[in-house]
């Protein structure tokens, strides 16, 4: 896969304004992680428009009974998270 | 996803057990870090993650214990676990050399968490190739 | 990063040690601030009734520390009525904070 410049990983519920800043922080050669409450976006309606690949942590999806994906979203285990971080330039915590 | 290069990484865990996911989410990707061949430098608690050194947490027995699964892998990886003094001293987390500075009545930091300065982050923001954050979610 | 107000929550001041941490091992440090963080910036905070220490007066140590500069999320600031001319001195204004936060090697919050 190609590298990433900045890999957003988020776990704040959609909504919180750290998830806002998140979205509006997001650019092109990105890539965003949704992991522990952040992984209730699967279960929004409203999906807003997201130029970059999505990755959600499958345990956490799991847990909060979103074991199915939607499309354009990839779910990661913790190993494949460990892969995301290495590959990014940097990394965010929101 | 292809090979990535071995990286060393500094885990910074602010948010506290019991009240964020935090702890959990940091030690499942350090134990997968690990397992990977990527080195973990250390792990450094700020804020309310400190309450992760407390010796006192008395967890029902069917939760899991996530200081002493914390300190069960520090151990076992030999990876310093430094919780920040100032952190630390606003927040009722000791040392025995605090506890006598301060003339406190006891002392409850957790083997083998340390105490030390934000130093020791400012020096893992220099040494290591990532420096990632658990912060409590929402 | 600090996105959120000041006196009702300690994470700013954390966040501010860190900041002060940086610049005091000669690493080149500036604080952003976003979203509620911006009223951190108000000019004439009188916190002595609820027995804290204006932040405002902390963060003017920040130039003396040497962090590099002190940025304003431009739309926060216009959600918050602050404008340069009742915000404390030395701050610039940022339109676009995800361009800013793509120019910097880390970008961190204090929790």
Redesign the interface.
């Known amino acids: 896969m190609a590298l990433i410049h900045t890999l957003h990983i988020l776990n704040k519920t959609p909504g919180h304004a750290r998830s806002l800043q998140c979205m509006d922080a997001l650019r092109p050669g990105d890539a965003l992680l949704f992991t522990e409450s952040a992984v209730l976006a699967l279960a929004t309606q409203q999906h807003p428009e997201i130029d970059v690949p999505v990755f959600v942590l499958a345990p956490d999806a799991l847990a909060r009974g979103l074991g199915q994906c939607p499309d354009g979203v990839t779910q990661v285990d913790f190993p494949a998270m460990v892969d995301l971080t290495a590959q990014a330039q940097t990394v965010i915590s929101w | 996803?292809?090979a990535?290069?071995?990286?060393n990484?500094t885990l910074?865990i602010?948010?506290a057990p019991y009240s964020s996911?935090?702890p959990q989410?940091a030690l499942?990707?350090a134990?997968?870090?690990i397992?990977?061949g990527?080195t973990v430098d250390r792990v450094f608690l700020?804020?309310?993650?400190v309450h992760l050194a407390s010796a006192l947490c008395a967890p029902p027995s069917d939760e899991t214990h996530w200081a002493s699964e914390w300190a069960g892998f520090l151990k076992n990886n030999a990876i310093p676990g430094v919780a920040c003094i100032?952190?630390a001293l606003r927040r009722g987390l000791v040392n025995e050399a605090e506890r006598k500075r301060y003339e406190l009545p006891a002392s409850n930091l957790l083997e083998p968490f340390i105490i030390a300065?934000?130093?020791e982050?400012?020096?893992a923001?220099?040494a290591s190739s990532?420096?990632?954050?658990?912060?409590?979610?929402? | 990063m600090i996105d959120q107000s000041p006196y009702g929550t300690w994470v700013g001041r954390e966040a501010l040690d860190m900041a002060f941490s940086l610049a005091a091992f000669d690493q080149a440090v500036s604080i952003l601030f976003t979203d509620t963080g911006v009223n951190w910036l108000r000019a004439f905070q009188q916190p002595n009734d609820i027995a804290q220490k204006s932040v405002a007066k902390n963060l003017s140590a920040a130039p003396i520390f040497g962090v590099e500069a002190l940025y304003a999320d431009a739309a926060a600031c216009r959600r918050y009525g602050l404008t340069l001319d009742n915000m404390i001195e030395g701050v610039v204004m940022c339109e676009s904070s995800s361009e800013l936060l793509h120019q910097f090697a880390h970008a961190a919050f204090a929790g």
């Open positions: 996803m292809a990535t290069s071995l990286q990484y910074v602010t948010g996911q935090a989410t499942l990707f134990r997968a870090a397992a990977a990527h700020y804020g309310d993650g100032a952190s300065g934000l130093g982050w400012v020096e923001t220099v990532r420096v990632l954050y658990f912060h409590a979610g929402d």
